[in-house]
Structure formats: structure tokens, C-alpha cells
């Protein structure tokens, strides 16, 4: 029987997505790497996609850096289940703060342009 | 009587709002004084704020630099009317091409945070 994911979480901090800055997200979202990383997320169950597991054109530490900042920015929730980082993304939390804003992310590039309001 | 605006407009390149990426959006509006100028646009007639009235914590260079960056980036349209560079919000396009974004800054710290949608 699977051991639930809750229980081997660690002291990882995670921003409260109402404290999180308009500049904060944008921060987050201006980089490309970042916003792919995001895309693959909403693609998948929850907590199923391990850090190590994303193909990046970028090093290790760089990507340790970029998983970090969108967890800053409440865009990602992770826990950690032996050597893995398991990742969700907070897309309810994030589309109550910033109405809009991530589906432009997730959208990008999926058609000329996103449909209109 | 005025002269219409459109009878003095130079060579003024303008981006076309449909062929703005997501990054330039991002990158256009990751700057805290652009935004501000964004929302002084907001309040005002379209066409009555001149470039050089905005009290702005930057160099004049660094606010053509900025000014320039909101019209490349399909957020503001500018005509130049005599030694005056005036400017309008492309709110309409902008919302179409990316709906929410530009509300989210414009109504960036007004409230503790957007209404949810």
C-alpha cells in the first residue's frame, strides 16, 4: 500500500499565494524555462511529476533554482517522498490571486493566440 | 479649432498586439515604473498625457527607454503633436490578446488583492 505523500513531507516553505506580489509572479512567469515547467505540470496528477524527471535545457542547480522560485512565487507545492520532489501546481490558488494570468502560461504557444474574453 | 492628433503622427513604429508574444507581454510588464505609467494612462482621456509629464524616479533616458518598451510590447499607441509625445492605452487590444493581464495591473495594489473571478 502506497504510504501517503503527506506523510513524508519535510520543512520545504511555501508562500501563501494571497501574500504573493503581482511583481513576484511576474518575476516567476518571465522566464521560459520556468513557464515549461509549469505546462508540464498542469498536464499531470498532482504530486506525480518527480524535479529530477523534467527534461531542461539548463543545469541542475539552475533548475533547483527555477523549481525554488516558483515555489516562492505560489506556484508550486512540493513535497518531498524519499530522494524525490514531487510537485503540484497550485493552479486554484494562483487563478484566485491572479485571475487569467497562468492560463496565458499554459496557452502560450498552444495556438496563434489565446481566444478572446 | 484642433488640429486632429492623427494629422501630425511621425513615423512611430507600433507592434501589432496580435503578434506580441507572451514573453515580450512579461518582459514589458515586469517593471514596476512601466506599470505605473500604465495605470496613470488608465485614468486619463487617451491622447492627453504627454510623455514628459509623467513624475517618474527615473533618468529622461530611462523613461524613453520605458515608454519605448510599452509600444513595442503593443501596450501603448503614441502620436507625437508639436514637441508633445502623447499616449494612449491599447487596453482593448491588449485585453484580447491577453485577457486578465492588464487588469491585473491595473488594479495592483488598489485592494489587498483582485477580486476572484
Same mark, same amino acid.
Given at each position: 500500500?502506497?504510504?501517503? *505523500?503527506?506523510?513524508? /513531507? @519535510?520543512?520545504? /516553505?511555501? =508562500?501563501? $499565494?494571497?501574500?504573493?506580489?503581482?511583481? =513576484? &509572479?511576474?518575476?516567476?512567469?518571465?522566464?521560459? *524555462?520556468?513557464?515549461?515547467?509549469?505546462?508540464?505540470? =498542469?498536464?499531470?496528477?498532482?504530486?506525480? %511529476?518527480?524535479?529530477?524527471?523534467?527534461? #531542461?535545457? *539548463?543545469?541542475?542547480?539552475?533548475?533547483?533554482?527555477?523549481? &525554488?522560485?516558483?515555489? &516562492? =512565487?505560489?506556484?508550486?507545492?512540493? *513535497?518531498?517522498?524519499?530522494? %524525490?520532489? #514531487?510537485? @503540484?501546481? @497550485?493552479? $486554484?490558488?494562483?487563478?484566485?490571486?491572479?485571475?487569467?494570468? #497562468?492560463? #496565458? /502560461?499554459?496557452?502560450?504557444?498552444?495556438? $496563434?493566440?489565446?481566444?478572446? &474574453?
Amino acid at each position: 500500500m502506497a504510504e501517503p *505523500v503527506a506523510r513524508r /513531507v @519535510r520543512n520545504l /516553505v511555501h =508562500a501563501d $499565494p494571497e501574500e504573493v506580489s503581482l511583481q =513576484a &509572479a511576474l518575476d516567476a512567469l518571465s522566464d521560459p *524555462v520556468r513557464r515549461s515547467i509549469l505546462r508540464e505540470c =498542469a498536464g499531470e496528477p498532482d504530486f506525480s %511529476r518527480a524535479c529530477g524527471t523534467f527534461d #531542461l535545457p *539548463v543545469s541542475k542547480a539552475t533548475a533547483s533554482h527555477h523549481f &525554488a522560485v516558483l515555489r &516562492a =512565487a505560489g506556484l508550486l507545492e512540493q *513535497v518531498d517522498k524519499g530522494s %524525490r520532489r #514531487l510537485n @503540484r501546481l @497550485r493552479r $486554484p490558488e494562483f487563478d484566485a490571486r491572479f485571475p487569467g494570468l #497562468l492560463t #496565458l /502560461v499554459l496557452t502560450e504557444g498552444a495556438q $496563434p493566440r489565446p481566444p478572446q &474574453a
